[in-house]
């Protein structure tokens, strides 16, 4: 027979004026397959040998008109006759077997497949919307065959009854059922069927929207899109020459997806979203309270800028830059800030940044070219007016190469005069940064490039003291790590002696980290406790603290007494923030041993070129003092040592410490006891102010100092520091 619109399977019905409109001897054969009692087969040209086909029958159930029943498979073994008119008679036999007594049971690989197909059928009929598959054909689970027959009979049903006949031709036109005698690999075919008919199902529906939205095109789109951005007049100038594009580049135009995309970043950019800032003076100074202890100038900072917001609206944005030893609360003030301005928070760390790019971006020109660091924040925001933090700011590559230097690139983004129109490379369009509150975070203001440093307002976060450690870790800290493990307040329970003891013997750090982890080490531990049963209260004390944490990590040199002529006490801040003693030792020694290149005085214990220097002004200045044994210095060396010698010692604050060792050494009379000294020393004898008073003090008063001795120019900075601390301590304040 002529080429059929599709491949009769077993089960399928169809009229039969569907074979005489193509082969005008359908007639005939049909007379002749009644009379003779046989099957009536459709083959795509002559039939051969082994060929499978479906045997047709009349349906004698049909009421008007005749039509034909897929009722075997059948296998040809023979050709009997050519009967011409295009048909021919054969013999064949059975080649599916349907009943009990000859099918095997389904193995586990036709479970499988009948399971994912019967899957496949549901979601075919929920996005058809429709009631494709009868409910028999999903009886037919003793035979593989059976079923994949008759869903294929639906799906084609469905087909023809939706008109969609001609859309799925391709997928239906194909003698899978009829050539392929393997039931799994049937199956499998058909599982691949109903897969594209939903793809199909899917696009079709993927169509009708298109279809709508193809009625406006991409550049009356985009012409709407970007009006409804409001942009600035030099912008969307520029902006409307790339949508202008649109109208003479068709979508297969290698530049086509370029000026797409880059519409696309115009559009994500905040250009006049803002969130609106709380001015009440109060509540944010309750937020600040609430999040940090101490930092009152950061605090204080907060609160003048926005009252001065209050007072003067247009009042332009502040470069703010908080300077400090790590672990003091710099980053998480930024959180504080967001949240007291009501202001979204965007934090980019540009520690290790080497490439200016990363904070202008790439040019367009590149491919997979992105906005730099900045852009992308507010992109992430959401809002043209973040509290924006640039964290780590003195760790960016200050170094210039073939990548530029993102340093320098940092110049035009926190400069008030300049940002309002500042220019990254891949948007090329002017963007105002003006709204925008930077913060920027750092460990070592000498780090910094000197005119990036001048642009911005540094304030200084000094590190905490002991005190203030145990006042944030009961009042933050422990709370947060009691919520952390599960505990409740009642279970735990930190004496003050016993958190003192944590910061004291168990950290040496600036910030409050590893106090942090400490106290969360015995949350811990005391939840073992819990979770065995012992509810408490787990009561910590310092006698017990050791069971918890161990011995102690760390030891506070003891004041010693009895001091010999030739010793004095110095007062030092250390690397991580901490004030603490220096005893200075000098002692007389030949001059064979101190050489002629030390100028009469050998210097130990690590000590850097500016301290060494401070020892040769204080040894000259001594000189001149006691004339009358001017001589003796001159005939004797003169060793100097700070312990320990392990540690760098610098800066000029130890030269007053260092003449009062050189008195007391070469008067042969001891220092008073428990007196500290501090101040750099002239040729003159003039003592002029040092830096760290307030770490120094509180390191004396920790060591059991009675006396310190400070220039007269640091009494401002003594005022500052804590009462606590300045209680039983007598100053003397020189010049």
């Keep these: 027979a002529p080429r059929f619109p599709f491949a009769p399977i077993p089960g399928l019905i169809f009229p039969f004026e569907a074979i005489v409109v193509t082969c005008p001897s359908a007639g005939q054969v049909l007379e002749m397959a009644k009379e003779q009692n046989c099957y009536l087969a459709l083959s795509h040209g002559m039939p051969i040998l082994n060929q499978i086909v479906t045997g047709l029958a009349i349906n004698e159930k049909a009421t008007a008109g005749v039509f034909l029943r897929g009722e075997r498979r059948l296998k040809i073994v023979d050709i009997l006759s050519d009967a011409g008119d295009g048909y021919v008679v054969a013999e064949a036999e059975y080649a599916d077997f349907y009943s009990r007594s000859t099918s095997k049971p389904l193995n586990e690989v036709q479970r499988i497949l009948l399971k994912t197909t019967q899957g496949l059928c549901a979601e075919l009929s929920k996005i058809a919307k429709a ?165 009152e100038k950061q605090k204080q900072r907060i609160l003048e800028y926005l009252s001065v917001k209050k007072l003067k609206p247009d009042y332009g944005e502040q470069i703010l830059c908080f300077i400090g030893p790590p672990g003091t609360g710099k980053t998480s003030l930024g959180q504080s800030i967001a949240r007291a301005l009501g202001r979204k928070f965007v934090r980019r760390s540009l520690g290790g940044m080497h490439d200016e790019t990363e904070i202008r971006g790439h040019r367009r020109t590149y491919v997979g070219a992105l906005p730099g660091q900045i852009i992308q924040g507010l992109i992430d925001a959401g809002v043209n007016n973040p509290v924006f933090m640039l964290d780590e700011i003195d760790k960016v590559g200050n170094v210039t190469g073939i990548s530029g230097n993102p340093m320098s690139a940092l110049l035009e983004v926190l400069d008030p005069k300049q940002n309002y129109s500042f220019r990254d490379n891949c948007l090329d369009l002017p963007f105002d940064l003006s709204n925008v509150l930077f913060i920027a975070t750092g460990n070592a203001a000498e780090t910094i490039h000197p005119t990036l440093f001048d642009r911005m307002e540094v304030i200084p976060t000094e590190a905490y003291t002991t005190l203030e450690k145990m006042h944030i870790a009961q009042k933050h800290l422990l709370p947060a790590q009691i919520v952390a493990v599960g505990l409740n307040a009642e279970q735990i329970v930190i004496t003050p002696d016993a958190m003192e003891n944590i910061a004291r013997f168990y950290t040496q750090e600036t910030g409050v980290r590893q106090m942090e982890r400490e106290i969360a080490t015995l949350c811990r531990r005391v939840a073992v406790e819990v979770a065995r049963g012992d509810n408490g ?111 760098p010692k610098d800066g000029p604050s130890a030269g007053v410490a260092i003449a009062v060792a050189l008195v007391s050494l070469l008067k042969n009379e001891p220092v008073k006891e428990k007196i500290a000294f501090t101040g750099e020393i002239t040729l003159r004898g003039a003592v002029l102010p040092v830096g760290g008073i307030k770490q120094k003090v509180i390191g004396a008063k920790i060591a059991g100092i009675k006396e310190v001795v400070m220039p007269a120019d640091n009494e401002k900075d003594f005022d500052e520091v804590h009462p606590d601390f300045k209680a039983g301590l007598k100053v003397y304040f020189v010049k």
């Design 131 to 295: 009631p494709i598959f009868r409910e028999t054909t999903f009886g037919s689970f003793d035979f593989l065959g059976v079923f994949a027959d008759q869903a294929s009979v639906d799906i084609i049903i469905y087909l023809v009854e939706q008109k969609r006949l001609e859309a799925f031709f391709s997928i239906v036109d194909q003698e899978i059922f009829l050539g392929e005698l393997n039931i799994n690999r049937r199956v499998r075919i058909l599982q691949e069927i109903i897969k594209e008919i939903i793809e199909v199902l899917k696009g079709t529906k993927g169509e009708m929207n298109s279809a709508v939205a193809a009625e406006k095109d991409s550049y009356t789109e985009w012409q709407e899109k970007i009006a409804e951005l409001h942009l600035p007049e030099d912008v969307n100038k520029k902006v409307m020459a790339e949508v202008n594009r649109l109208r003479y580049l068709q979508p297969g135009h290698h530049e086509y997806g370029g000026v797409i995309k880059y519409l696309e970043m115009i559009e994500s950019v905040p250009w006049n979203k803002a969130t609106q800032d709380n001015l009440d003076i109060d509540a944010a100074q309750k937020i600040l309270e609430n999040d940090h202890a101490y930092l």
């Design 537 to 647: 209260p787990h009561e910590i004390t310092a006698e017990n603290l050791h069971q918890f944490l161990g011995i102690r990590k760390y030891s506070e040199r003891c004041l010693e007494a009895n001091l010999p002529p030739g010793v004095a006490i110095g007062l030092a801040v250390s690397s991580l923030g901490e004030g603490h003693i220096l005893y200075i030792e000098a002692k007389e020694c030949p001059l064979k041993f101190v050489g002629p290149e030390t100028k009469g005085m050998l210097c130990t214990g690590s000590l850097r070129d500016v301290m060494s220097e401070s020892a040769l002004v204080a040894r000259t200045r001594v000189a001149a003092y006691l004339s009358h044994l001017s001589n003796a210095i001159d005939e004797t060396g003169i060793h100097l040592h700070i312990p320990s010698g392990a540690v």
